[in-house]
């Protein structure tokens, strides 16, 4: 059977493809559904055709899986903030561990690596600790506004419909965050109306509001507001500040990021103080750390407790190691492992996250941790210490080749590879294999509704 573009099909979902869509055969070619689940029986519209494989949209759900369930959010199905709320969370978590395994066996050619169970997180709802939402001109509207004439089509703010990046769905309640989020966000949608400014429009790239950032501390039920914006009008701003905290005691930090910049992304050029301090202080273990508006910690609080605690348990640790950590952003790993090392190196190229780890080992008096601001590729090769455990928690691209090469020729007798990113770990696996034997892999799951994974692998020196 040739599928051809815009042809509506009838097909039964087998599988669950890296990236959350369904996967499904015509006559041994495949086809990636979005939005289904494997045993749907489902009509779709192939909206692209390549020589190996066709990606359609759904059309109809003729016969729904035992795997599917009601989803809790208004907007699953458009949002790309989470794609599988409408899959059983149990099943999620197969899923999950598949892609572990396979990327591992077709990409690392690792064969008969024991791949755990992956660790559920301690919440499915509510658990994250940080929000992103944009401010838009032009909101996308779903099938019931759509055929509302009296539908405002103008301002919102939210979350992008994947593959968009001007219109936004205008996100009255995200389970995702806690329910004070979501009143602070009704309550900075009210007042950007009521101010009469326009929202900033990437494509003219006018307007002055950009970006709404939510921080929340699990630990302390304390708030950050951020407002990004492409100017500095501190006559708009306190007077949201103080609303703002009128009416939520909870919210301890309000600050103004802003930026010229016509990259679509929340991180000022500057920032202002408005109210507070201009950090919350959040806990991992036995830790407390110091986290500003544009730092990086885990968004998973709960569930980062969960994978330090893998970590810590593949270092295997006596308290004599010297341990070196690349990427160590704001030196969450290395303050979680220092009291069971001798002395732990961390590498950043971020020169506000090396600030940030220096405050919080000093916030925490740990003295066995220091860090080295710059590029890992130029950096490694002048470090005086030899490691005798490597911790590597890289961004989702995976480490360049140039530090595989260096961090074999460490030859540290253990390495903890902490990834976000099933393929690029399998990636750097394969090119580890020939100096270090991969003993195990534990999942962890740190962003449930979303096909995203995190995993946690054992290497040993052969």
Known sequence: MGLKKGQIVELTITDIAFGGK??????????????????????????????????????????PSSYRI???????????GCKWQFLDYARQLEYKKKHVSDSLTHIGLLKDIPVHSVIPSPEVFQYRNKMEFSCSDRRWLLPDEFENEDTDRGFGIG????????????????????????????????????????????????????????????????????????????????????????SYPEITSVVNNITSSKAGVAVGEYEEKIFGDAYILDDLGPYTFEISANSFFQTNTKGAERLYEIVKHYAELSGRETVLDLYSGTGTIPIFLSDAAKE?????????????????????????????????????????????????????????????????????????????????????????KNDYRVIEVQPVDMFPHTYHIESVARLEKK
């Not at 990636?32 to 109809?60: G, I, M």
């Not at 989803?71 to 790309?80: E, K, N, P, R, T």
């Not at 219109?167 to 949608?189: A, S, Y």
């Not at 690029?424 to 696996?429: A, I, Q």
């Open 22 to 63: 369904g996967f499904a055969k015509v006559d041994g070619f495949a086809v990636f559904v979005d939005q289904s689940v494997p045993f749907d029986k489902v009509l779709a519209r192939v909206y692209k055709k390549k020589k190996s494989y066709a990606e359609a949209r759904l059309v109809e759900i003729l016969e």
């Open 70 to 80: 009601d989803s809790l959010c208004d907007y699953s199905g458009y949002c790309g």
């Open 159 to 246: 979350l992008h419909v994947p593959g968009t990046f001007s219109k936004i769905i205008d996100i009255r309640t995200c389970h995702l965050q806690p329910e004070l989020g979501n009143r602070i966000l009704g309550e900075v949608r009210s007042y950007i109306r009521e101010s009469g400014l326009p929202v900033y429009n990437l494509k003219t790239h006018e307007g002055y509001y950009r970006f709404l950032m939510l921080r929340h501390s699990s630990a302390k039920d304390t708030w950050m507001v951020n407002i990004i914006t492409s100017d500095n009008r501190p006559d708009v701003i306190k007077p949201l500040a103080e609303c703002l905290v009128t």
């Open 344 to 432: 732990i190196v961390g590498m950043e190229i971020v020169p506000g996250a090396v600030e940030d780890a220096r405050k919080n080992c000093f916030r925490n008096r740990i003295d066995n941790c220091r860090f080295i601001e710059g590029d890992i590729r130029d950096g490694i090769s002048r470090l005086t210490v030899r490691p005798d455990v490597i911790i590597i928690d890289p961004p989702r691209t995976g480490m360049h080749q140039d530090v595989v090469n260096q961090v074999v020729r460490m030859a540290a007798k253990r390495i903890v590879y902490v990834s976000c990113n099933p393929a690029t770990l399998s990636r750097d696996l394969l090119h580890l």
